[in-house]
């Protein structure tokens, strides 16, 4: 994959004495410091990263972190004082007034926290704006305007006025704006925090969706972490200004790089994003071409079992042996496990969360294997393992409360 | 008194300079004022000339339906502005109000001209906004009476020195309003025009005045207003119309046209004021 934003030690300075506060920015010092040496606001503080073709990318951090800055920066709603943004590898912190206007018309877009609908305009001349401002004929521009709305369910709603509709709905309009005029890549500020939380659900899910057909480039902000984990590719957690950990939503959360983003990432529901691949375990397994029951016998004595996982030569699963079985047969001296082999076990992919392994473990005798689309087998999760997943939290919880 | 220690500074001849600076504007720039004067004159004796020309039955017509369509089609606007016009023309008092709406009109649209780019000029620029602010104030505190000696020095006497002190007198509102209303259009409407590669121009015209259209014609509908009070005032320095009656009765004490012709002029405030309005609403 390609780098299609690259932000290089970008700063913001609000207020006056821009110099002298950069200066002190350079030289490592804290928001605080700068803010009583010189009244200066450090709004982000020399901030980096690459944001690749076609990811969602999501900038993760409480309200007056930076986030809103940063991305304001990237089609410079606010200027930089200092540092690069590179989109396709132009710079566009040194570009002039017409290459700016270029770059927001053909490759971003953004969607607005309180959706940035214009009132005055009805929902398909809001959905045209971006074409209207290039100059696209009225006829191409309507036409454009209508398949996006039409791509989100809005058709039907084009003559009406903002204010006519829903929450959710204009939030669907001001990303049908966004979408309009093909943008490569879309700037998300706070995009559905203005919704209540199942329509901002059901406005996750859509993106998603949208995203699988679209592939656009796609960096989106939030204070909600869950929310950050459920789109988010990757996650930058921004904190004073500063990005202080990049990395995919697993990462982030079995390797917090500090405290801050420890703290943060606390109050996370595990179940609903820990998945079957963080909390497996090798099996013990028996290999049907080489092995026999009296093997399995063997081993089940020594490692505890009482029952094992059966793979052919291709490390696909084939079933389990029970320890009464195995016992049986050895006792009737059959060689192989063709008559005692069950297959009622239950199967999942390492994707599962623990929240919905939770209730397939419940019901089941035996653990449950973690096989890839070939049906090879990868691991398996035990009861205990779900349990003690769901247990770590809780315990977190409560020394929370302390 | 006169030991006062501030007598230290001699009078400083204020009332001089400003009378030497009218003087040589007078002197200097006669042509251009004359020039103003007989093309306003013409203007505006053609266009009551214009109006004189509908017959009054017509005239009270259109204005009714116009302040029907206004009032969100209610029946209490235009029951009034029939009943108003009437009593004007049955005070003999119509060749007037046609010069004095000639006057307002005149007046307001110059004012609109001139102050809604001036109000879009200081919502742009914090430096036209630092200048222009003080200069309305003074504007619009110097006494009204104050605008007329200039005018006459410029223009002599007649309709447009009153024109000009009009102009004066009413062009704050707009500026103020136009600016305001830029103002307050939210920062996340004008950035979500510059997100979108709008110019400066199209951010103007497609998202911010019409955002601030309501505020602007509340800022018109002022400007109208007080382009009217200043006509009336204008009558002072020649300028025809119902403020003229109004003088005329002042001057000989006659207590009962005084009233005929003041009680016109609020009928004419109510019908401008309340059809501006209702316009507004929609």
Do not use: C
């Not at chain 1, 606001?41 to 901030?47: E, H, L, S, W």
């Not at chain 1, 028996?286 to 052919?312: F, T």
């Not at chain 1, 049906?375 to 809780?394: D, F, W």
């Not at chain 2, 003229?244 to 000989?252: C, F, G, K, S, T």
């Amino acid at each position: 994959m390609a780098t299609k934003v690259e932000i290089q030690n970008l700063v913001k300075i609000f207020g006056k004495k821009e110099k002298q506060a950069l200066e002190l920015v350079k030289k490592g010092h804290s928001k605080e410091e700068i803010l009583e040496k010189t009244g200066a606001t450090v709004g982000v503080n020399q901030a980096s990263f690459k944001v690749e073709e076609g990811e969602i990318f999501v900038i993760m951090g409480l309200s007056g972190s930076g986030k809103s800055t940063l991305v304001r920066m990237l089609n410079r709603l606010i200027e930089p004082t200092e540092g690069n943004i590179l989109i396709d590898g132009e710079n566009v912190s040194q570009m002039n007034k017409e290459d700016l206007r270029r770059v927001r018309r053909e490759k971003l877009s953004m969607v607005f926290q309180n959706f940035g609908l214009f009132p005055h305009r009805t929902i398909l001349e809001n959905t045209e704006y971006g074409l209207e401002v290039q100059g696209v004929d009225k006829e191409t521009r309507q036409k454009k305007a209508e398949a996006a709305l039409d791509n989100a369910g809005l058709l039907p709603y084009k003559d009406q006025k903002p204010n006519q509709l829903s929450g959710g709905m204009q939030q669907r309009v001001g990303l049908a704006r966004a979408l309009a005029n093909d943008p490569e890549v879309l700037l998300m500020d706070e995009a559905f925090s203005a919704l209540d939380p199942l329509i901002r659900r059901d406005m996750q899910d859509e993106l998603l969706e949208m995203q699988e057909t679209m592939h656009k480039t796609i960096i989106f902000i939030t204070h909600d972490l869950n929310e950050s984990l459920r789109i988010g590719d990757r996650i930058a957690i921004m904190k004073d200004g500063e990005v202080v950990q990049v990395g995919t939503g697993e990462e982030i959360l079995t390797n917090p790089a500090n405290d801050y983003v420890e703290r943060f990432v606390e109050d996370v529901d595990r179940s609903k994003v820990l998945t079957a691949e963080n909390i497996m375990i090798r099996p013990q397994t028996l290999r049907a071409s080489k092995q026999g029951p009296r093997v399995a016998a063997q081993q089940m004595k020594a490692e505890g079992l009482s029952s094992m996982l059966v793979i052919d030569d291709n490390h696909q699963l084939k079933g389990y042996v029970t320890d009464k079985d195995v016992l049986s047969a050895v006792k009737s001296n059959i060689r192989n496990f063709d008559n005692i082999l069950r297959t009622d076990i239950p199967k999942v992919s390492k994707d599962t969360l623990i929240g919905d392994l939770y209730d397939i473990i419940y019901d089941s005798d035996t653990p449950v294997a973690v096989v890839d689309e070939n049906n090879r087998l990868e691991g398996i999760v035990i009861r205990s393992l779900v349990i003690g997943a769901l247990a770590k939290e809780r315990e977190e919880e409560s020394n929370n409360g302390e | 008194m006169e030991n006062s220690i501030l007598d230290v500074i001699p009078e400083i001849p204020v009332a001089d300079w400003m009378a030497t600076f009218i003087d040589w504007l007078t002197d200097n720039l006669s042509w251009l004022f004359d020039a103003l004067r007989d093309s306003g004159d013409w203007v505006m004796d053609s266009m009551t000339e214009l109006l004189l020309l509908i017959p009054p039955v017509v005239f009270i017509i259109l204005l009714t339906a116009l302040a029907f369509f206004a009032g969100s089609k209610k029946w209490g606007l235009p029951t009034f502005t029939v009943l108003g016009l009437l009593y004007i023309y049955n005070q003999g008092l119509w060749e007037p109000l046609m010069f004095t709406i000639t006057l307002v009109i005149v007046a307001s649209l110059l004012s609109i001209i001139i102050g809604v780019p001036l109000g879009i000029l200081m919502a742009k620029s914090e430096i036209a906004n630092f200048i222009i602010t003080p200069v309305l104030d003074f504007m619009q505190t110097m006494p009204a009476f104050v605008y007329l000696i200039p005018a006459v020095a410029f223009f002599g006497i007649g309709m447009v020195p009153g024109v000009f002190s009009a102009v004066i007198f009413a062009l704050p509102p707009t500026v103020r309003f136009t600016n305001l209303g830029i103002r307050q259009v939210s920062d996340e409407m004008v950035e979500a025009a510059q997100s979108f590669g709008s110019t400066g121009s199209q951010q103007l015209f497609k998202v911010e005045l019409p955002l601030a259209k309501a505020t602007i014609m509340a800022g018109i509908n002022q400007t109208v207003l007080l382009a009217l009070s200043m006509v009336v005032i204008a009558s002072m320095i020649g300028a025809p119309g119902l403020g003229e009656r109004v003088i005329n009765a002042l001057q000989r004490a006659q207590v009962g046209p005084g009233f005929v012709a003041g009680f016109a002029l609020v009928v004419l405030a109510i019908i401008l004021d309340r059809t501006l309005q209702g316009f507004n609403k929609d």
